[in-house]
């Protein structure tokens, strides 16, 4: 069955081929480690995470590699201001790769809590430095730059089709505003190697052919990725800020640098989370931690269900009362997971057959996961299949969805010590068959806010809905 995906550089759903095989070659931009990833970057690695899983789902290999920034992405998109980390290591009074490796690994740790696979390779652009500056230097012997005062630039008016992703009409870009481009030749031209101000003031910059400095931020995903997974691959992924700016940067320097065109075959971007209708970023703050929505009692995986629920290309308006709503349905869909026991039928009837092809169709039509949730919920409310088959079958969407519903078994019980304490006290009255106090424990419970459900396995405790005290 074939995967159909959308390719932001041609603007249309094509069908995914890999060019070599199997296997798929697959590089997402990665994080900027200079401060916690909220929850609107996470969304853009469970997208990621559900393009990997679809893949393998279909029967490929992936190659997956991804960067962490730990230099070189300035504080504005056009090469200037501070450097991030420069920035959060003066503020915290680190190392520079002190701050790296600390929000690198929170980044990863959050992954892990939000089943987000681990690449097989993930970079540091400070451990590439030598081949960011051979790159710019093919660039140079080509003659696609030029030196200003503080950098070396790529002359994007030596690129025919330049921007072509992003539909960049640099005409118009100047004549909508006045922009400062300093002694940019274009707008749309950018640093691939950047001079210190003033060297020795910064702790990360390397001697190079061109004086001391460090690498502009779209050289280091072209090195990397092709260094990885060779000058032409598959797949490339980031959020959708990235196609008028990083990427089409990134596309420019590579096709010029290895002579490939196209340098990626397929361009995939995930929308942006939205808080309060404003597209929040990291820089300017404000938006959720995984842990901080730990804190307010909310399961990472229910924010998985949340983007799962909203179709990647699509913006998702956040609030705690939608994630509230996603967190009512995983809880349902656990509890549901849990009741129907173990043993898988293998017998496979009809409808498991239609309900896989209809799984399989959602899923590989540009990722579909709003499709497939509702297909996996069909089979949890057909009364025709019995409660093993249909645990076989979520089980097995599972593998694309990642909700948990694997290891769900042998989950304890997520409740407070004393909750737990009064379901036992109320199994062993159920026992001792004095109903009256099973009952009265079982109505203490609810006003402590968990229901209590009889199941063949045992008592299953369920949370109510909790109220939210901030109703945004
Ligand atoms: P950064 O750490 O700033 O380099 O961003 C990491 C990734 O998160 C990039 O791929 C961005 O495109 C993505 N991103 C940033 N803000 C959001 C948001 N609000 N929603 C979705 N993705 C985002
Ligand atoms: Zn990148």
């Keep these: 069955m074939a995967v159909f995906l959308y390719n932001s550089l041609t603007r249309k759903k094509e069908t995914f081929e890999p060019l070599k095989n199997n296997l798929v070659r697959f590089y997402s931009c990665g994080p900027t480690v200079y401060s916690y990833q909220h929850i609107g970057n996470l969304r853009t690695y469970v997208f990621n995470d559900i393009l990997k899983r679809t893949l393998l789902f279909n029967g490929y290999e992936v190659k997956h590699v991804m ?21 959060a290591a003066q503020k915290e009074h680190k190392s520079a790769q002190d701050i790296a490796a600390f929000y690198a690994e929170i980044f990863e740790k959050d992954c892990v809590k939000l089943n987000i696979m681990p690449p097989d390779i993930i970079c540091r652009a400070t451990q590439y430095i030598k081949e960011q500056i051979e790159m710019v230097q093919v660039l140079e012997e080509k003659g696609f730059t030029y030196r200003t005062s503080d950098g070396i630039y790529f002359d994007t008016s030596k690129v025919e089709d330049y921007g072509q992703m992003g539909q960049i009409d640099e005409e118009g870009l100047e004549a909508g505003k006045r922009v400062d481009i300093g002694e940019k030749k274009r707008k749309t031209d950018f640093a691939l190697w950047k001079l210190s101000e003033k060297p020795g003031l910064r702790q990360q910059e390397w001697n190079s052919p061109w004086g001391i400095g460090f690498p502009g931020w779209h050289t280091e995903c072209c090195v990397m990725s092709s260094k990885h997974l060779g000058k032409q691959f598959d797949i490339h992924t980031g959020g959708e800020d990235h196609i008028t700016v990083h990427h089409p940067n990134e596309i420019a320097q590579a096709e010029a640098a290895f002579g490939v065109k196209p340098w990626v075959r397929f361009w995939l971007h995930g929308a942006f989370l939205l808080f ?6 990291k820089s300017k703050g404000g938006l959720y931690t995984i842990s901080e929505l730990e804190e307010m009692g909310f399961a990472p995986l229910a924010f998985r269900y949340l983007c799962l629920n909203t179709h990647y290309k699509k913006q998702l308006h956040f609030s705690l009362n939608v994630l509230e709503g996603a967190a009512n349905a995983l809880n349902r869909l656990h509890n549901l997971i849990l009741e129907y026991g173990a043993d898988p039928g293998d017998q496979k009837t009809k409808s498991e057959k239609k309900y896989s092809n209809e799984f399989r169709d959602a899923i590989n039509d540009d990722l579909n996961m709003p499709r497939a949730l509702s297909v996996l919920w069909s089979v949890l409310r057909d009364k025709d299949l019995d409660g093993p088959a249909k645990r076989n079958l979520a089980l097995k969407f599972d593998q694309v969805l990642g909700l948990g519903l694997e290891n769900l078994q042998e989950k304890k019980q997520d409740a407070p010590e004393d909750v737990l304490k009064l379901v036992e006290e109320r199994e062993k009255a159920r026992k001792d068959k004095n109903f009256a106090r099973a009952d009265a424990i079982r109505d203490e419970l609810l006003k402590l806010g968990y229901s209590v459900n009889d199941t063949s396995q045992g008592p299953k405790l369920k949370m109510q809905n909790s109220k939210l005290k901030t109703q945004n």
């Design 67 to 87: 960067n962490y920034t730990d230099v070189g992405h300035l504080s504005s998109d056009a090469d200037t201001g501070e450097d991030r980390m420069e920035k």
């Design 276 to 281: 309060k209708g404003e597209k929040v970023s």
